[in-house]
């Protein structure tokens, strides 16, 4: 596979990825797609050459919630790459896939979580973002509550594999309703290879299916139920996913096209603007990809310019610092005392003090920037993208 410089170098001048350092680890994650974040540009094979940039892109796509030991540099949890919808990409086109053989499973609608061991030696549960999440803490306590569960997990990553799990619940719900906590086992994935590997022994695991992946829409039909993931046959690791109509109706991403163009903006900061692309007739396409790249880079922007607004505060403000503040996860000096710093951020930067606030405060202040952007997007887009379509009731 490779190590964390080669993952780093990867991901040099690539803003749409996220790495964090924390309790001994380095996990990376993508927030945004865009055209080339997981494939090989021109610029970036100009740069680096061919062969380096198509392994970068690889790389890349490796790059959801991928853990390192920030000591040694060595990955001690791979769990599943960036797969794409049937249609959503020139590689995952129905026509070039339909001959293929294809084991089918059925795509659960939670969360992913994939199980490792930490430097420390304990065994650890993560989302694609942190082993803190509720949610990781919640399939972390049901795995070693379930002996069965624990002692499995625990031989397969003695084997050099990480165990991959769907934890779903009632109140970790997306659209589909699951009337109890459950740890859904997945797949396995081969830490120094990266081939996968289904491991038996798991009281609960995710339903599989015998019809051929060319019949697939056929099947699409079920209600109460996401889709499909298909793993293809061959050398080449493919995996696609094929969602149910009902899903993406339920995510209101087909009726938002028929309401003002504002909300296919909510469209994309919900993260269901990969689902509904595919689906979309050509005449849509186009547009729908503009204002897919539009929002993400929009909020991109808005992160960057939060983030550097953020360290002028800092270095404005050189009055007390308090050495028993709180640290930033991502700075080793400390935070300028609140007073000084409120004062500071409420002259200055009024507009942008809960933002700032928020950082301040070690929180994520994503969801207030989007709700923001969303504000200038219904004055911006306030009439139906396509108006001639008619809208039933």
Known sequence: MFKLDEALNALKGRDEFVVKYHDGLVCMDYI????????VSEIEIAERGEVQAMRNAWIRRNCRGMTFDETTGEIVSLPLHKFFNVDQTAETQFEKLASRNAKIYEKLDGSMIHFFIHPRNHLTAATCRSTLTPQAQEALAMANQ???????????LAEGFTPVFEFVAAHNQVVV????????????????????????????????????FKDIRDYLYKQEFEGYVCHLDGDDGMMVKAKTPWYLERHRAVDAIMRPAYKLYQVVFDGIMDDLLPTASERFKPRLTTIYEEAQRDLLNEKLRIEALFEDCLVAVKGSYADADLVLPARKDCKPLRKEFVQYVQQHYKPDFPLLMAIYAGNDPTANMKERLMEGYKVKYPNRLFAEMDVST
């Open 32 to 39: 945004l797609c865009f055209p080339g974040t997981f494939e």
């Open 177 to 212: 309703q699951y009337p109890r906590p459950r740890l859904v086992y997945l797949i396995s994935r081969n830490r120094y290879s990266g081939s996968y590997k289904f491991h038996d022994g798991f009281p609960d695991r995710a339903s599989s299916f015998e019809f051929h």
């Open 146 to 156: 379930n002996a069965v569960v624990r002692e499995r997990i625990l031989e397969i």
